[in-house]
């Protein structure tokens, strides 16, 4: 009973912080949700008003079906390079220090340095990208890379990819730490070629790896609205406008709190439904 008592002394003061910066925070939220607060004044209610409007105008549903496709792309995309380099720098342990290091670095970075960084990339007129091009012979690819509603949402996946495919490599790369070095060795003595024993040792053995780095990355690229604010302010046509960015320009842009509130608690459901649905599915492929 004493053991029981001190385990909660212990936790109240997590609790509490949990519950103020946390929990009330979302009750708050859910409840303004209801009204047309403007950030002065009283808050009249509204009822579901907020939700009905996010439901039957097109651009909150299309906002969503960004947020869903950037979300894919990166999250797809991301992993595997992730584990492109955490399986190279696997098999090159001289380097692997460096060449870890250096993955991460982008990490380390603020989104207003790297957005920049890669906004000048794709100028159209000066950008890296469009003189390599033009350098290459291939000057009838080059073009506005970020005013073209067909390629700006994969610009920006591009951007952000490159900015935390250090970060999942490194996830990976803890997961390889983990494999007893038998089962490669194992693996050596029975003549399997370097693919077979990535495929069919090394991959089922990351299972916990790919669940920590899918579930990370699916919630933080759900939430991100900083690379599509600073490179295209949700444009061109709406094409990179994610639902975060959509919350951030109705509450600091128009000063819709209510309104921004239902949006917020929209997005919180879809989150939170995600990342149960991933855990359960991940979870059951790590005892298969």
């Known amino acids: 009973m004493t053991s029981r008592k001190s385990m909660f002394l212990f936790t109240l003061p997590a609790l509490i912080v949990l519950g103020v910066f946390f929990v009330y925070p979302i009750l708050l939220t859910f409840q303004m949700s209801f009204t047309d607060f403007s950030g002065v004044g009283e808050a009249e209610p509204v009822g579901l008003k907020n939700y009905d409007r996010i439901i039957s105008r097109s651009r909150y549903p299309d906002a969503l079906w960004v947020t869903a496709k950037f979300t894919v ?3 797809l995309f991301q992993t595997l390079a992730g584990l492109f380099f955490a399986a190279l720098l696997h098999r090159l342990p001289a380097v692997r220090n460096f060449a870890r290091a250096a993955l991460f670095t982008p990490a380390m970075m603020s989104f207003v340095v790297v957005g920049y960084v890669w906004q000048f990339i794709y100028s159209p007129f000066s ?52 494999i007893p070095s038998d089962i490669d060795e194992a693996g050596r003595l029975d003549g399997a070629s370097s693919w077979q024993r990535f495929r069919w040792l090394e991959v089922p053995l990351l299972a916990p790896s790919f669940t920590i780095n ?22 061109p046509d709406g094409a990179t406008r994610t639902l975060s960015l959509e919350i951030i320009e109705q509450l600091f842009g128009r000063y819709k709190f209510g309104f921004a509130s239902a949006l917020s608690i929209v997005m919180l459901v879809i989150v939170i439904a995600v990342a149960v649905f991933q855990n359960w599915y991940l979870r059951r492929r790590e005892d298969v």
């Open 73 to 75: 792309i990166v999250v």
């Open 214 to 235: 899918i579930m990370l990355s699916t919630i933080g690229t759900l939430k991100t609205f900083e690379l599509p604010f600073i490179m295209t302010r949700g444009g």
């Open 127 to 178: 950008g890296g990208l469009n003189a390599l091009l033009r350098g290459a012979g291939l000057d009838w690819l080059a073009k506005g890379w970020l005013g073209d509603p067909d390629t700006a949402l994969y610009a920006i996946a591009i951007a952000h990819i490159w900015m935390f495919t250090g970060y999942t490599t490194a996830i990976f790369l803890a997961g390889y730490a983990n």
